[in-house]
């Protein structure tokens, strides 16, 4: 069936240095991403998304690539701070007007200092 | 978080007892979520709303029912709880014709 997984469960990264959280997906038929990211105690935020139609989006220290051929997603956040230690989720979903999301089970990004 | 609150935010209730959670938004937005999330599941999609009256089952709504007789208002119920759906429940909302959603601070349910 259909599935929206990841890599790691679990990453560490040094304070200061990159991180490149990463997502698999199986429905070829996704043609919208979405990362949020979760806090401990609060609901999940949005990060930044990209449409099928784009292989790369920037936004504030965030960049989304997609890789299409081989359906993978990852999240590169640069120059990592202690407030980025949180779980990352992936979510997809399909252009059939149902605005309905499939989420990722979450990586747990730990920032150490 | 968006203008979106939930009640209540912690419950603590016994196995066969009925519970509702409320979902409240100030933003308008036509589309409603309920989801559960739990270790290893990630978020999963409980039961959404299009509009008022209008609602469809997501992937796990056995067990479980909704109402929205208003724009601002989503109601999630438990018609008779079970140890399985302790859990954290979320609300969410968006736009119709975008995949953004916004999601609430969460409740957390405990079935003893």
């Known amino acids: 069936g259909e599935s929206v997984g990841l890599h790691l469960p679990t990453l560490s990264v040094q304070e200061g240095d990159n991180s490149i959280i990463n997502c698999a997906y199986s429905n070829s038929a996704s043609d919208y991403f979405i990362w949020y990211k979760q806090e401990s105690g609060k609901g999940p935020q949005f990060i930044i998304d990209i449409r099928s139609n784009m292989d790369k989006r920037q936004g504030q220290r965030v960049t989304v690539l997609l890789n299409k051929t081989v359906k993978h997603l990852s999240l590169q956040i640069a120059a990592t701070q202690p407030g980025d230690s949180a779980v990352y989720f992936c979510?997809?979903?399909?252009?059939?007007?149902?605005?309905?999301?499939?989420f990722g089970t979450g990586t747990r990004l730990t920032i150490i200092p | 978080d968006a203008g979106i609150t939930q009640s209540p935010r912690h419950k603590v209730t016994e196995t066969g007892t009925p519970v509702t959670l409320r979902c409240h938004q100030t933003e308008n937005h036509r589309y409603m979520y309920w989801y559960r999330q739990d270790p290893g599941h990630g978020l999963r999609l409980i039961h959404y709303s299009y509009g008022v009256k209008d609602t469809d089952k997501g992937e796990v709504s056995d067990g479980y029912s909704v109402s929205r007789s208003k724009t601002e208002d989503f109601l999630l119920t438990l018609e008779s709880a079970t140890s399985s759906q302790t859990s954290v429940y979320f609300c969410?909302?968006?736009?119709?014709?975008?995949?953004?959603?916004?999601f609430g601070p969460g409740t957390r349910l405990t079935v003893t």
């Open positions: 979510a997809e979903s399909t252009n059939f007007g149902n605005e309905k999301l499939t």
């Open positions: 969410a909302i968006g736009l119709a014709g975008e995949y953004e959603q916004y």
